[in-house]
RNA sequence: GCUCCCGUCGUCCAGCGGCCUAGGACGCCGCCCUCUCAAGGCGGUAACGAGGGUUCAAAUCCCUUCGGGAGUACCA
């Protein structure tokens, strides 16, 4: 804990006072100044196609009046912290501003105006804490003692270049830029589809731009499979990314490994402006010191001071940045609020690898600043990485050093009101509903795998949106549109979510009774014609139908693509399963007796139903009404055999039910005459003729 | 170990000092409907981790404690 005394009631209000020095260093509060520079009305860029969107003129938004939830009340953090709230509070209103809309947005025109996210919180009460106060303190000039010498990071340009005064009225602040930075190696799972997700909705509801980039620093785990399967699981989820590998955009490549240039540029740069330092200790020397430090009792943090001086220049080293050895930084999250590190407890990063290749955080941090990213949001397991981020942050655009290096290496200049990532939201993790992190047993399998379980990309969107998430009124369910409007960060939950197919699969229920039909029967069409064969290695987690069973010789029951006839029975079988559907890979177990003509029996319904004394009387019964039939619709089927249970003595229950395992195979079916009318009733005649031995043998049998 | 984060029904979300004998959703249980299975309707079950404090009043504010998670790399 940083530097909490006992919990004496005395040492209480004392606890968080700290020697002016040690104030925030300056790298971290590296913030928006009041109206910053006034955001210019680009054009985005090209519109995907799958969203034939309302075009039509944006409002602007309002000036945020809530404060942060991680605001600190004057009770705790003095001065400075009351006036940045009260900075806050006094932004002017900003009038509506007209600015082209993206085509794409869905709902753009039915969207109320909003105010961005980055600067809206929970609001509290005027004078209450809402988190638990941090240091406080803030807001005061940098401190010394760390080097490199710095300024503030705004110091050196005039106030004038920060604020462009707007001609007709007040500044508004720049267009929201998120990204969604995957590692390529694997697949999507839900837990980065679902920060994709928030990315994609803060954009979306804040006229923002949503970037998406591929973080291959190591470039040999990026295989163009992966990379095709991530951008296909995007494209089937429906969100569309401005700027990206594929959608192209001004401020590339997207991809890390081509910005390498870049990124060295750039480590040359700061090694020139001495916030590097060589570090000659190989890694397993490195491991034995901090081993040293563990057993003397000393934190293993790296530090210039602790780190042995270069000896020899042809010597390989690793530069490491050099942070500050005391103060602390603090950095506003969206959705953990204020969160506060001590930098003597940060280790200086590695920046540079020995063998010349850069290392994650310096690439991170370039590429965020390069591309103008506003507002990064990503997993908790990330927020650790922060400070040293931030401290760079400053870094790297003080002086233009970032510009130089864009220049020099041929990449896109900065849009001049870029500054750099004021804003964090660290997502809580997902896991499963046993509390443990996510693995394959909680569904926790590539995104794709969803597709093929049967799952609606909108049910996906919908649910994953719902986890650690929750809007204002309480609605549930909620399209892409609906979402883009309630999203916020400041209703994002800080605990970790379990992920519970349970409700997965009931939405995904409600959804699939929601479609139109024709609509459903094409979205059934992957599984019938081999696209999604049934799966058979279902685990007891995410089975939910247990009597499904394994499917070993299945065959395809459309053809590809279907037939007009395939499909006329499909739309017809539709409103039979519609409402019994969870998944649409359930259609699966619904659809073989409509569209073969052998039927196999199920053995199980057999021995429970055909079994049964009387089953082949029924079946005789049923055989010749039917046949006798002059219309076949289902209610001359229903007349034809609901007598039957008054003729024979038996509840309607004893009547259906062979009559259902003869025509269907199974015991559990659509409803019998409407599943009759949809097949021939020359197949049916023959499916009950068929079954009559069958009855027979079993009621015989014991 | 150290640093940071988190803690309301089994699960997700509500709750921002009195409207809380804690609300909604999924799940579960029961009833209704019913040709099977579903769907649908109705009802029920179930939580503020613990202990102190502040207050007329605490799930909400403070402290401690316990529990969980993440980070602690020349991975990202």
């Known amino acids: 804990m940083l530097g909490r005394p006992a919990g004496d009631a005395a040492g ?40 034939e969107g309302a075009d039509g003129e944006r409002e602007g938004r309002r000036r945020p009046r809530g404060r942060a939830r991680g605001h600190q009340g004057a009770r705790r953090g003095g001065g400075a912290a009351d006036a940045r709230g009260g900075r806050r509070h006094q932004r002017p209103l900003r009038p509506p501003r007209r600015r082209r809309a993206h085509p794409a947005r869905p709902g753009a025109a039915r969207r109320p105006p909003r105010r961005p996210a980055e600067l809206r919180r929970r609001r509290a009460p005027a004078g209450r804490a809402v988190r638990r106060p941090r240091l406080g303190g803030r807001g005061r000039p ?50 980065s589809v679902r920060t994709a997700l928030f990315n994609w909705l803060h954009a979306r509801g804040n006229d923002g731009v949503a970037i998406f980039r591929i973080e291959d620093t190591d470039a040999s785990r990026a295989t163009a499979a992966s990379m095709d399967a991530m951008h296909d699981a995007m494209a089937w989820l429906g969100l ?52 040293e430090r563990r057993a003397a009792d000393l934190p293993p943090i790296v530090k210039r001071s602790t780190t042995p001086p270069p000896a020899g220049d042809d010597r390989t080293a690793t530069l490491r940045l050099q942070l500050p050895d005391e103060g602390t930084t603090t950095i506003s999250d969206l959705v953990r609020g204020d969160v506060t590190w001590d930098w003597a407890h940060e280790s200086d990063p590695v920046l540079v690898r020995s063998n010349g290749d850069v290392t994650y955080p310096l690439a991170n941090s370039v590429d965020d600043v390069a591309q103008g990213v506003t507002l990064v949001c990503r997993g908790e397991d990330l927020l650790s990485v922060t400070p040293r981020q931030v401290f760079l942050y400053d870094l790297l655009t003080r002086d233009g050093l970032i510009d130089d290096a864009l220049a020099e290496v041929g990449l896109p200049a900065r849009e001049p009101d870029w500054t750099v990532p004021s804003g964090f939201a660290h997502l809580s993790m997902i896991v499963g509903m046993d509390r443990k992190k996510l693995s394959k047993r909680h569904g926790s399998v590539s995104i794709q795998e969803f597709a093929r379980k049967g799952f609606l990309p909108e049910t996906i969107v919908n649910y994953l949106a719902l986890l650690g998430w929750g809007p204002e009124d309480g609605r549930e369910r909620l399209d892409r549109d609906e ?12 605990s970790a979510a379990a992920f519970d197919t349970d409700k997965l699969t009931a939405f995904n229920g409600e959804r699939i009774r929601d479609l139109d039909g024709t609509e459903l029967a094409h979205r059934l069409v992957p599984y019938l014609d081999g696209t999604y064969p049934p799966s058979n290695e279902t685990t007891e987690d995410d089975a939910p139908d247990g009597e499904g069973g394994p499917v070993a ?23 039979l399963v519609q409402e019994r559907m969870q998944r649409l890979d359930e259609v699966q177990r619904y659809a073989p007796a409509f569209f073969v003509d052998e ?51 038996i509840g309607f229950g004893k009547v259906a039910q062979p009559v259902r395992v003869a025509v269907t195979g199974s015991q559990v ?27 027979e043998a079993a009621g015989s049998g014991d």
């Open 142 to 191: 940098p401190g010394r003692g760390a080097l490199p010498p710095r300024r503030h990071p705004l110091a050196s340009r005039s106030p004038a270049d920060r604020i462009r005064p707007h001609p007709e009225g007040p500044p508004v602040p720049p267009t929201p830029r998120v990204r969604f930075a995957p590692a390529p190696s694997g697949w999507l799972h839900v837990g």
């Open 599 to 649: 039927l196999a029996l199920d053995q199980a319904s057999v021995d429970k139903v055909l079994g049964k004394p009387g089953a082949a009387d029924v079946l005789r019964a049923a055989h010749r009404e039917l046949a006798d039939l002059d219309a076949w619709t289902t209610e001359a089927i229903e007349g034809a055999l609901r007598p039957l249970s008054e003729e024979l003595g």
């Open 12 to 51: 209480r209000l004392l606890r968080h006072r700290r020697p002016l020095r040690d104030l925030p260093h300056g790298a971290a509060r590296v913030r928006r100044l009041p109206g910053g520079d006034r955001a210019r009305a680009r054009p985005l860029p090209p519109v995907p196609r799958h969203h």
């Open 240 to 291: 569309d990314w401005d700027e990206g590998v594929r959608a192209g955009g001004a401020y590339g490549p997207y991809r890390q490994s081509e910005r390498k240039d870049l990124h060295r540029a750039v480590a040359r740069r700061l090694e020139e402006t001495g916030v590097l330092y060589r570090d000659e200790r190989t890694a397993e020397e490195l491991e034995a010191w901090r081993n």
């Open 669 to 695: 079916s659509p409803p019998l005459f409407e599943s009759v009318e949809l097949m021939p009733r020359g197949r049916v005649l023959a499916r009950i003729e068929a079954a009559i031995p069958v009855a």
């Open 483 to 494: 979402l883009v409007a309630a999203f916020s960060f400041d209703r994002v939950s800080r």
């Open 553 to 575: 010789d299945w065959e395809p029951l459309v053809s590809t693509p279907p037939t007009d006839e395939e499909l006329a029975i499909l739309r017809g079988l539709v409103p």
